[in-house]
């Protein structure tokens, strides 16, 4: 059984260094009654499950990697009294910098604001051990255990290893990758900075927050408008959040990065696996049309990215970059990059909303602070019928009025949307 393995060029950008790892904040709201005994079983049994939630980050011959030690420290519980309903905003901004101490562990925290009959909850992970599948798949573990942890959550799992991508690649297509791993390292060490210049970054501390959630009934109208028009929500969204940014943004470049899941193409992958590297697609904005034609151009963007994805590929190529993770990370730090923003779907979350013991009242999108010189991220999910926006920048990139602003005119334009295509068509009349 592996029991150490080297972190990924993904992982390693996420980890950003020992005192900085990244933190990916999932907040949620119960109703019900809960004790610590409780949760704290409740987070054991993940743990035995899941080894990057018993592991540590150290350096193995001058890389991070993941070990896994003999005995492992519980999951920690933070306990505050809930007193208002807004309450867990204010933590999260404090928790973007509360970073872990990666070289003891765990890799995972949990904050309880207790109240009666609601608790808020906010489940923190660096972002070098999850993406959001497997983060949505520890929560509806967390769930199904708090409720009764001698809930089947499956087996112990064992440590991803480096292998998990196969190499099987032709001899000829592994020299082309070779060359092409060669010329990048080569610009790397010619046009990357090799030390960070500090004056150029941004000041996490003026990271902030801005978030939408839909009603129901304009959830549903949307995704019914969507599937009239044969378009997705997300390349929807993306038309409307082009349109609108393109007066919002200081310097709008006409481009969004979209993560997606590697699970779509590695099958050994399952949902339930911890893991933290996603191939992205860029998708560009098509100026003079519709916001409709526009969501189908994006569509087909999409779709014709997604064919060019090769796992086998990027992770080859990748494997190369370990040399140069150092000045890649200098370089989004002081780098405002050709993108307007990251857009992350994390689809329709599949977790129950009844339990037993109690009942989920709320799940937010999950937020990411990331220090980088464009640190615009839009993370957009939906739960129970209720689509959930939280878009998160920082003062010195995007002022937070001017963002307040950008969303709110991205959701009125949503709403004429809506009122657009559900008025209904007057029938013609003939006079006789």
Not at 116 to 145: K, M, Q, W, Y
Not at 426 to 431: A, D, G, R
Request: charged share 20%.
């Amino acid at each position: 059984m592996i029991t150490q393995r080297r972190l990924s060029v993904g992982e390693r950008i996420m980890y950003v260094a020992e005192t900085e790892a990244i933190n990916c904040i999932f907040p949620f709201s119960l109703k019900g009654l809960f004790n610590q005994d409780q949760i704290q079983a409740a987070l054991n049994k993940l743990q035995q499950k899941h080894p990057l939630l018993r592991a540590v980050i150290k350096q193995v011959n001058g890389y991070p990697s993941f070990i896994l030690p003999e005995n492992a420290p519980v999951i920690p519980i933070t306990i505050y009294d809930r007193f208002n309903e807004t309450q867990w905003l204010n933590l999260i901004k404090k928790s973007w910098q509360d970073y872990f101490n990666v070289s003891q562990g765990p890799l995972a925290k949990l904050i309880w604001i207790r109240g009666n009959p609601t608790s808020d909850f906010i489940l923190i992970c660096p972002h070098c051990i999850a993406d959001g599948v497997s983060i949505t798949a520890v929560l509806r573990e967390f769930l199904l255990l708090l409720d009764d942890v001698s809930k089947d959550i499956g087996e112990p799992q064992a440590l991803v290893g480096n292998d998990l991508v196969s190499h099987k690649l032709s001899t000829m297509r592994r020299v082309q990758l070779n060359l092409k791993a060669l010329i990048g390292k080569c610009a790397a060490h010619l046009f990357l900075p090799k030390q960070l210049d500090k004056s150029k970054t941004i000041d996490l501390n003026n990271t902030y927050m801005v978030r939408h959630r839909f009603s129901s009934v304009d959830t549903r109208k949307l995704l019914t408008c969507c599937k009239k028009n044969q378009v997705s929500l997300y390349t929807l969204m993306s038309a409307v959040f082009f349109d609108v940014g393109a007066h919002a943004f200081p310097k709008p470049k006409g481009k969004l990065i979209c993560p997606v899941d590697i699970r779509k193409y590695i099958t050994s992958l399952k949902e339930d696996q911890l893991f933290a590297f996603a191939p992205i697609v860029d998708l560009k904005s098509s100026k003079n049309t519709s916001v409709w034609e526009h969501a189908k151009d994006l569509k087909q963007q999409l779709q014709v990215g997604l064919t060019k994805i090769n796992a086998n590929e990027v992770a080859y190529i990748n494997a190369h970059f370990q040399s140069i993770v150092l000045k890649l990370l200098n370089h989004l730090r002081v780098n405002e990059g050709s993108h307007d923003f990251t857009f992350s779907n994390m689809g329709n979350l599949a977790i129950p909303s009844h339990f037993d013991k109690f009942t989920v009242e709320q799940i937010y999108s999950p937020t990411v602070a990331f220090p980088w010189k464009n640190p615009n991220t839009m993370v957009m999910s939906t739960y129970n019928n209720v689509l959930d926006i939280t878009f998160t920048s920082n003062d010195a990139v995007l002022p937070q009025k001017d963002a307040n602003q950008f969303l709110e005119q991205a959701i009125q334009k949503l709403s004429s949307l809506i009122e657009e295509e559900t008025i209904p068509t007057p029938i013609n009349t003939v006079n006789s």
